[in-house]
Each structure stands twice: as C-alpha cells, then as structure tokens.
C-alpha cells in the first residue's frame, strides 16, 4: 500500500461521514451493500474500521453512534445461483432487506460500499440471473424507493478489492490510489474542496434550470441520441435532503448534472463507451437504436444474453430514465450558455481508461441511464412524462452535449 495510505484512508472515511452521510449526533448507521453481495465485502474491513473511528468523532461529548455491519459471503451467493436454489437466495435476500426496513424506522442512515464485483457470476446463465435479479428488486426495490424520496440519508461510495483490481488491471495500491483521487483526498483540505466543489455543481445546475432547455443531444462515435425534456424537467445534482432535512450527497464522487428525460422522446443511435457491470457480469460493446422512446435494436460484442434479459425485465426497461453531463471530462455546451467555455483543471478522470465500477465510470463520462427516473427531477405533481422500471443502469458516453 502507499505510505500514507493510513492517512489517506482517515480522510476518505471523514468525507463519507461528513460530505456524504452528514451523520448526526446519536443517529445509528448501517454500513452495507445491497445491490450485488448482500452485504460488504470481506477485504473492506479497514476501511469498514476508519469509517467506525471517524463517526465516533462527529460531535465531542455525545455517544458514540451506534453502527451496524453487514458482511457479505460473495462465494455463497455464486454458489445459490450456480445451484438455482431460488428458495435459499430469496431467504438471504429476505433477512438482509428486514434489517434494512427496520434500521430505517430507526432512523438510521445508510452507507453503501460498493465493491465491484464484474466475474462473480461470469459463466451462468443469462436467464438464471435474470429470475435471480427479480427475486432481489422484489424485496429491495420498496426500501430502496423511500430513500430515494428521502426517508433518510444515504450514500453509495467505492471500497476497493482485489477482484476489482484484477478487472480493471491494475495493482490493489494502485486502484486505492485512483479512488483516493476521485474522492479528491489528494488535496491538504478535503473537506473544504468538497464544499467547494458542491457549491461549483450547484451554480451549475441552477443555470441549467433556469435555461429551461427544451431538448439534450448526445453526439460522438456511432451515437446520435436526441431526448425531449419535459416543461417540468429539473437538473438536479447528487446533493439531496432527507425528510428531516438533513443535507447529504447520495453517492461519492459525484461530478454530474441530471435530469430525466420524456419517456417516448429518445430517437437514434447509442454506442456505450465502456463496459459495464450488471448482476455480477460484464457487457462490452454495447449499441442501442432507439425510436419513439424505445430500444428497437440491441447488440454487444459480450453478454449479448444478459443485454437482452436486462431489456426484457418490465416495459420501462427499454427506455431512458436519465441524461447526464459530466463537464470535466469535455464536451460542449450552446455558445450563449454560462457553462460555455469553462474549462476544468485535469482529474482522475480521462476519458479512455475504464475503471470497471458504475459510480467511477458514470463519474468520468456524460451518460444515460437505462429504466427508472429519479421522480426528483420532475417539478410536476404527478410526472407522467418520466420512465419508469426496476432497472436504473447507467451508460456512459463517448460523445459531446448539445442542449438545445
């Protein structure tokens, strides 16, 4: 590891407490993974231990918070689906998401680790895992749907394993340094830059709102994607607020503006800059044609199967659920924009490298997202115009922006 990797991993944990969860004197918090390992993965233990230490600092002279871990057992779940044991995943995925229902009506926060985890399931079939995938979101979609309506604070941040070190190709040091980086601890005040730079996301995404742009394209090698924004549309950032009115920031890093796009509009061709992961394999290649709002056409050069269950998994999964700009990593925007012509210092971000890790790529490129919208980014009382599914999958892009 670095040599300051000690110091380095004191920071990370302080900016997921203090910049993402924001968590409060005597809340408790559950730190896990629910989306892929049901739970955290066993090699995020020293991180799982800074983030302990840096809680129980939050405020001088009040209990320690109470925190609660759930492990994850990656090869258990490769084996459930390996044997198509329906009945022993849904059981695992039943006692996880109680625990999650009930540290919510505790009013608990949440901390997501994310480790990537792109070969686990490599090898089964595409259908298997799709049935497998629709045990989870029926158990995990409901809570996971009121904190995105802001039941409580929650964040989703990166935890670095071997596995994902071997995907992306890179040594573990080597990939600790990298999120290190997008988490921007490679400065003397993390803190203090964070604030900085929500504040620089928020400005921008305030002029996008107020330039009430009516149509985004999306234009670059094999894409030309155009999406309507609806009247009520509104750019949003990952800086959100709880019921209670708790500021947070949903996931670290964050460097994009979104919104949700009409749910009929998308029209042409989309070619998806990198790989990405989903349901523990990887897909490469990926094109999409769309017409009137929907893929008509789907291919890739891996997991061709997998592309096409995730399609077919309810009728919203076809469309687009959100647009959005990453600016530091280039692109433009219409020459009477503010944004025009602003121009970011370079970053762990360049365009060509692959980071095998939804939040890390969705961070580094312009994107779309397959299925669901964010009903947050619709100022209308009941957002028909939005998609909606029970998938949410982001796809970056190599391509410019024109908002229109």
Partial sequence: MPPDFAAQLRAMAEVIMRVGVNLQPRQPLLITEPYELQGVHPETVPLVE??????????????????????????????????????????LVSVHTRRLQQHLARGGAFLFLLSSQPQLMSGLPAERLSKFDRIKWRHLGPVIQRLVRGASQWTLAPAPTAAWAAAAGVSVPDLWETVFSALRLDITDPLAVWHTHLAGLARRRDEL???????????????????????????????LTSKAGVPFVANLPTEEIFSAPHKNSAHGPVRVARPVTYGGIVIEGIELEFRRG????????????????????????GRIGEVALVENVGGSLPPDSALSGRKAPPTWQTSSKLFHHTLLDENAAHHIALGDAYRFCSRALLPLALNSSQVHLDLPLDAVIELL
């Fill in 50 to 91: 800074a983030i302990r230490s840096a809680a129980s600092t939050l405020e001088a002279g009040c209990p320690h918070p109470a925190i609660e871990v759930i492990q994850s057992d990656p090869a258990r779940l490769r084996a459930l689906v390996e044997a198509d044991d329906r009945s022993g995943y849904k059981a």
């Fill in 294 to 317: 929907r893929v008509t056409s789907a291919k890739a050069t891996t997991g061709q199967d997998a592309l096409q269950q995730l399609l077919a998994t309810d009728n919203g999964a």
């Fill in 209 to 239: 709102n107020a330039a009430r742009h009516r149509r985004i394209r999306y234009v670059g090698a094999g894409t030309d994607l155009t999406l309507d924004l609806p009247r009520s549309h509104a750019w949003c950032t990952a800086q």
